[in-house]
């Protein structure tokens, strides 16, 4: 079992930064691919940025690529989303998923199997 839950959620302008983190629990979190999602009002969730267990292999959306930044600190079971330059289009729900253990990563929400409850970011204009 994992437990997911992030942090660091908010209201913040245009362009300026927000740091968000998720906080696992339990012993495999190290041997695990991760990725952030998010879902905006009457949208999908959709596939924001993974990174995967070792923090060496990142990927993002093209949506964000170039602003927001995903990593990992093992030792301290938690994986980060740092939002660079956010637009009023990234305004969602914010969510950290984690996948099987030694799975590769990637951006199909089918393939993780543990999910955070969500944090809320809000990017006003």
């Known amino acids: 079992q994992v437990q997911l839950v992030e942090s660091g959620g908010g209201l913040v302008q245009a362009g300026g930064s927000l740091r968000l983190s998720c906080a696992a629990s339990?012993?495999?979190?190290?041997?695990?691919?991760m990725g952030w999602f998010r879902q905006a009002p009457g949208k999908e969730r959709e596939f924001v940025a993974a990174?995967?267990?070792?923090?060496?292999?990142?990927y993002y959306a093209d949506s964000v690529t170039g602003r927001f930044t995903i990593s990992r600190d093992n030792a301290k079971n938690t994986v980060y989303l740092q939002m660079n330059s956010p637009k009023p289009e990234d305004t969602a729900v914010y969510y950290c998923?984690?996948?099987?253990?030694?799975?590769?990563?990637?951006?199909?929400?089918?393939?993780?199997?543990?999910w955070g409850p969500g944090t809320q970011v809000t990017v006003s204009s």
């Open positions: 998923a984690a996948q099987p253990p030694t799975s590769g990563y990637g951006f199909d929400a089918s393939t993780y199997d543990y």
């Open positions: 339990g012993r495999t979190f190290s041997s695990r691919a």
């Open positions: 990174i995967n267990w070792s923090g060496g292999s990142t």
